[in-house]
């Protein structure tokens, strides 16, 4: 039987409404950047595991933090960010708090994203798996 090696991951999910802008665009075509423009911003947070810590209940405690977290610190709000600066925020935020951020991904609504990866977490060691026979 062979035995693969993997690690995990867990993904929550966050939405919360703001207005930014990009106050200094130089790009004339997206000078639209430079007025306060509404977004519904969605965040995506992925958070290595050890393979005994992925239970549901984790997803959820984990989901209802980060949902809490993003709407009570933008929510409603006008901000001088871009997507690029609440992930890096969101980053902080959660891996002050221990978790090991694998990824943060915010996007405005659904659409165009930023996408962060840090370089100098600890990612937990490879689980092992026994795959069973095919049956056939």
Same mark, same amino acid.
């Given at each position: 039987m062979p035995t693969i090696q993997y690690v995990t991951s867990i993904s929550v999910a966050a939405i919360f409404h703001a207005q930014h802008r990009w106050k200094d665009c130089p790009i004339e075509e997206a000078a639209f950047l430079r007025n306060w423009h509404h977004h519904v911003f969605y965040v995506r947070l992925h958070i290595w595991v050890k393979h005994e810590d992925k239970t549901k209940g984790d997803f959820f405690v984990r989901q209802r933090q980060l949902q809490h977290w993003v709407h009570h610190t933008w929510g409603g709000g006008q901000w001088e960010k871009?997507?690029?600066e609440f992930a890096e925020d969101i980053l902080h935020q959660f891996a002050s708090r221990g978790w090991l951020i694998r990824a943060v991904e915010v996007s405005e609504d659904g659409e165009n994203s930023t996408v962060i990866f840090p370089v100098?977490?600890?990612?937990?060691?490879?689980?092992?798996?026994?795959? *069973? *026979?095919l049956l056939l």
């Open positions: 871009s997507c690029a100098n977490i600890e990612v937990p060691a490879p689980q092992e798996l026994q795959v *069973p *026979p």
